[in-house]
């Protein structure tokens, strides 16, 4: 409790700073909202220059249309007529009148589309007219931050995801996550449109980078926050704005690919978009990891980490718009194939109190998965009162993994053997010296196949009563049919004795998750808003496991069976003493209170809001086991708070957040039980009946500038978080016979805090040269139970590792002109771990390098990538590499840009090494991937549609 008072009064410090500055309240009234529409195609526009006058066409205020939210006023909350003009050129003038009445507690009102029609004697010319001036790379209008991506210097046959690397102040990761200015990107949207939602990848990968006229970041209301006037349900989105002449077009590339080492990629993507209807249809085949692209700048070691992948996708989108925008229609089919191959090695040192384990083990695994899916979201609302969504999304998956494991485990080292010395030839011929340091040798081969099934269906209603209050509902049913068989033969084995098992699990699993909730929200003029609510939630989790152990049947055993095949009296080699059956039923209550104020500025807003939940949660399971069969209940209560402050102003371009919360983490149920699984003799799993529910508060702060002079941008983001009974395993270890016990315990004392500041600016006046730069420091203090095999008394263990990570990213891009970009860089990271047997480890890891952007006589361009890159250790010599990784690809297009040859090679000098240094509390672990191997490869592109 204590700490939640710290962290308030730091919000209160916080907010207080930020409150003094000189923007210039607003009288307390009411908002008026509106759309401006074309008449003739019925879509909202942009743009539109909208005027506020009284009954005698006198002026009050003006503004623009922004995107798709719109146009809204903020006026005195009287009764009181208006009128509105809308213009824009090329377009006749029209009026709306419109009178405010019927106040009560309104606090915003949603005034009837305007609509306004196409001047048809307007022609605009420019004759003999040529404007060449230097290409903006962005600006900021209002709050919003835009690029003209015309000003980049992008190959043929690149897509949005190549645009959107060499974005001022924008970082993009590997998984599709966008950074601008240290804020991550909620959405990516598409003419302000949601694209694939919460799919970054399809659009950054498949969308051809000439239909991209300008990229937009900033906050969107979503369409249920347009209608409750909720400015804390915004979304920071990136929204890419298509040239007019794809707006209503068809647009589409063929793709194919051969390479050296058997690579291979073929693509195809369609965009047909109209003013109520875009559809998109893309399928991705390949055996490159997805790795499409070679000039990203970002080729690491650890870039290609899932081994060698071959990928079938295809997508598919169908997106409606009714009349006016009054509903909304989504739909989306996917399906995927994946055929993944992968090998590891990994070498580990643990560390014991009084001595150390030191573990070599290598993997064979593959994974065939197949995957469809289907997802429809449907909404409507009108201008005065209701509004409604419903979605259901349906998934079937189908997967078969094969695995090998192999892993020898040793007490101490041989002679002069260090830690790097330990990889697969020792376990291929394991001699009399290594067998007598031995606790124990494994091999585990397995096979799995698994059946999902998966069906989401949710419903919502929102009332806004004449008096300007909501009512709010909703329903949902989540259900998950799961159905695993799993086979492994396993060994274990040491000098003294051995343990053969041919096993067969198979597993079922059931969940059915219903809830409900129900809101009811006071709004007052005075921008205060009162939330009063209440949730249901009950879940119901079946888990069905079976064990069966096939050696028991010698005869069968004798005819030394191939795996995935079953005895015919399989059902009498159960294992009891591994057969287990829960059935677990939670029910949440969940009463709270949210209070909400909001202070309009002449150029933004700020708003707190607090959220108070009160959640009571009754759970029971049924737990059978052998012997055991019980039934336990458990109650919990707990309040996961969350306070809120932002400010966002338009003219200063700022933004800033403060966020306070509280989380819960429920402990396992199963550890009531005080169970015993020895499924896996070598790492025996206990409960814990003393364990404790686990509190993670936190605080977090963000805050963003921009000012137009050298085209500056900063951003700052402070965290900090501190876990009371954070739930962690503690091992014991018996030397004899080289099997870990595990239970999870309650500890305290753990907490981190995370520093991040961004910069980056124009140093010439010409605008030819940034500086973009990036500086991030986090710090971790954990405690954790040592390893131990003497001390009965855990908690005795207790020891304390705190780590000092230092992050620096600098780069200098640098464009001569159009045709020139070069961008040199450099990341340094420094890792300084102490605490326990730990003593000081000190870790560098350098990469320094750069991008380039040609575009060469005859039309060809060429795009590079070098780095260099180098780790070191103080720990152990395994660590320390140096690596030259290089990549390019030169692209010519032909057919008036129709036809584009490209070729690219990926790793060049074959440097790649996908290799892993992982300190933790308990030692150290070096781990090896397989990567995809250097290639070279010729690409056949085409474009579909306009060009």
Known sequence: MKTLYIFIFSLIFCAQIVEAQNSKKKDKGIYLFGQVMDSFRRIS?????????????????????????????????????????????????????????????????????????????????????????????????????????????????????????????????????????????????????????????????????????????????????????????????????????????????????????????????????????????????????????????DWSNNSSKDGLKKSKNFNFEIMNNGEDNCWENKLELSVNIVDKINESVTSSKFLFPDYDVYSIGECWQRNKSNFISAYNVFNTSTEKSLFFYSGIQVDIKKQEKNSNDKSVRFNSLMGNDTLCQLNTDTLLNINSSYQNLMDNMSQDNTKSDVQTQFLWTCNGLIYKCPWGDIIYSEMSVHADKTKTDNYSHFFLGNINNSDYRNRYDPNDYKEIDLSSKMEYEMRFRSGFKITMGYDYNQKSQITDRDAYRFEKDLAWQELYPQIGLRPDNYSSLLDEDNTVYTNHLMKTHNARVRFYYEIPYTDGYSFWACNIPLSIAHERERYRRNAVDTLVHRYSSYCDAEIKYVVNHKDTKSYFHVIANTNTTMADMDNLIGYKDMYNPTRIKIGNKKIKNSHLYKLNIHATKGWTAKNLMTGLFIEGGI??????????????????????????????????????????????????????????????????????????????????????????????????????????????????????????????????????????????????????????????????????????????????????????????????????????????????????MFHLIYKLGKK
Not at 102 to 111: A, D, V
Not at 794 to 818: G, W
Not at 843 to 870: C, E, I, Q, R, V
Request: glycine share 4%.
């Open 45 to 297: 526009l942009s743009d539109i220059s909208v005027i506020l006058m009284n009954e005698d066409s006198v002026v009050i205020d003006s503004t623009q249309t922004k995107n798709e939210d719109g146009y809204s006023f903020y006026v005195p909350a009287v009764r009181r007529k208006y009128i509105v003009k809308a213009s824009a050129e090329g377009f006749d003038d029209e009026y709306l009148k419109y009178e405010v009445k019927g106040l009560s507690r309104n606090t915003y009102f949603n005034l009837p589309n305007i609509y306004i029609h196409k001047n048809v004697s307007y022609d605009k010319t420019l004759d003999d007219v040529v404007v060449k001036a230097s290409k903006v790379q962005f600006v900021w209008k209002g709050d919003t931050l835009v690029y003209n991506a015309d000003a980049f210097n992008i190959p043929e046959g690149s897509m949005l995801e190549d645009i959107i690397k060499q974005l001022p102040g924008v970082e993009l990761k590997k998984n599709g996550e966008i950074i601008v200015n240290g804020r991550k990107i909620d959405f990516l949207t598409l003419n302000g449109k949601d694209f694939f939602k919460g799919k970054n990848e399809l659009i950054l990968k498949n969308l051809p980078y000439y239909t991209v006229k300008n990229i937009k970041v900033y906050d969107k209301q979503t369409r249920l926050g347009e209608f409750l006037d909720d400015n804390s349900s915004k979304d920071y989105v990136m929204d890419v704005v298509l040239k007019k002449k794809y707006s209503n077009s068809f647009v589409g590339n063929v793709e194919g690919a051969l390479g050296t080492n058997d690579r291979w990629m073929t693509r195809l993507f369609g965009l047909s978009l109209s003013d109520k209807m875009r559809i998109t249809s893309f399928a991705n085949m390949n055996n490159v990891n997805n790795n499409s692209t070679t000039s990203d700048g």
């Open 723 to 936: 876990t009371s009974n954070k739930i962690t395993p503690t091992f014991t270890y018996n030397q004899a016979t080289g099997t870990y016990t595990i239970q999870d315990v309650n500890v305290n004392g753990n907490w981190y805090s995370l520093l991040q500041h961004s910069i980056n600016f124009d140093l010439t006046n010409s605008r030819k040269l940034r500086l973009e730069n990036v500086l991030d420091y986090k710090h971790s203090n954990i405690i954790y139970y040592g390893l131990d095999s003497e001390t009965s008394n855990i908690e005795s263990c207790a020891k304390e590792m705190r780590s000092d990570i230092y992050s620096e990213s600098l780069s200098f891009p640098y464009r001569l002109n159009d045709l020139f970009r070069i961008t040199p860089s450099l990341h340094l990271t420094y890792e300084h771990v102490r605490g326990a047997k730990l003593e000081k480890v000190n870790n560098y890891f350098l990469d320094y390098g750069f991008t380039l952007d040609w575009t060469l006589p005859l039309k060809a361009h060429l795009s590079a990538d070098a780095k260099m890159h180098h780790m070191h250790s103080s720990e152990s010599s395994m660590i320390n590499d140096n690596s030259l990784i290089c990549n390019l690809s030169l692209v010519r297009s032909f057919l008036h840009d129709k036809l584009t040859l490209k070729f690219s090679a990926v790793d060049i000098f074959n440097e790649i090494n996908n290799s892993v240094w992982n300190i933790s509390a308990e030692g150290y672990t070096y781990k090896w991937d397989m990567s995809t191997p250097r290639y070279a």
